[in-house]
Structures are given as structure tokens and as C-alpha cells.
């Protein structure tokens, strides 16, 4: 485990203890651990799935998509918080944080789906969605230095 891999670890520990003593309502967390909870859940999602899958997620009180695209931003990582943002507003309806069926139902027409036997049917993909931060190390790096920086350092 490399030293920055070790200090996060310790970083995010110190962030779920914290999360944890305030009933897991992460809108309760103060910074930096509220940063820390946000990238290292959104990003955990969006390594194993991309986009897809953190808009498939119903998250803890369905908060507003740009509390995690601001974490993104106060981290360093711009284009991230873009990504997440632009992905949001294809959705074409307000607080899709709140609807996951119409959201699933947009993916489902926009990038795909399987039948009930199985086969493909194909997407429209009039909108796209990159995931450029999916499996993107430089986000643990930019939060592990970010949350350094702002006070999370730990042992």
C-alpha cells in the first residue's frame, strides 16, 4: 500500500467514525469529513459502473446531485463535477434525485437495456455521458492531498 493509499485509508476511517456519530446524515458532517464521505461514495459507485450506476443509486435522503459534484469541484477536479452535472440535466426534469424510475427509464432509452429474455435493445444515445473518472486513480490522489490540506490528517 503506497503512503498516500495508507494516508487515505486513515482520512477516510476518521470520516466514517465522524459519520457515524452523527447518525450517518451526512448533511450533519463537517468539512473536510462531509468531502471525504461524498467522493469516496460516489466515486466507489461510479468505478464499478460509471455514471449508470450513480444514477441508478437512490442516495441516503436523495440530496441534490450537486452536493457530490461540488465535492468533486472543492477537490480540485472540475471536469468530474462537470461530468456529473451535465449527466443531471440530460435527465430533462427537475430533481432527478428524487425519481429513480424516470431516471432508469431515461437510461434505459438512451443507452440501452435487456428484454425479459435477455436480448439487447438498443439505446438512442442522443445524449452521452463520458466516464473519464471512472477507475481514474488521480481522484483518490486529489482527495487524499485535499483533505490533507483542509485538516483531515489523521496519526
Not at 440535466?89 to 434525485?97: H, I, L, Q, R, Y
Not at 463520458?130 to 485538516?151: E, F, H, M, P, Y
Amino acid at each position: 500500500m503506497s503512503e498516500i493509499d495508507e494516508r487515505l485509508a486513515q482520512q477516510l476511517d476518521a470520516a466514517r467514525q465522524k459519520l457515524k456519530a452523527v447518525g450517518n446524515d451526512v448533511g450533519q458532517l463537517l468539512e473536510p469529513y462531509r468531502t471525504l464521505i461524498l467522493v469516496e461514495s460516489a466515486q466507489g459507485v461510479i468505478d464499478n459502473g460509471g455514471l449508470i450506476y450513480f444514477f441508478e443509486m437512490d442516495w441516503p435522503g436523495c440530496p441534490p446531485y450537486r452536493i457530490f459534484s461540488d465535492a468533486y469541484r472543492r477537490i480540485g477536479l472540475d471536469e468530474a463535477a462537470e461530468d456529473i452535472d451535465n449527466a443531471a440535466k440530460s435527465f430533462g426534469f427537475e430533481f432527478p434525485e428524487r425519481f429513480r424510475e424516470r431516471r432508469q427509464e431515461f437510461m434505459d432509452k438512451q443507452f440501452g437495456t435487456e428484454d425479459d429474455d435477455g436480448e439487447e435493445i438498443d439505446g438512442l444515445w442522443e445524449v452521452q455521458w463520458t466516464d473519464r473518472i471512472c477507475g481514474n486513480d488521480s481522484v483518490w490522489q486529489s482527495l487524499s492531498l485535499w483533505a490533507s490540506k483542509n485538516g483531515a490528517d489523521v496519526g
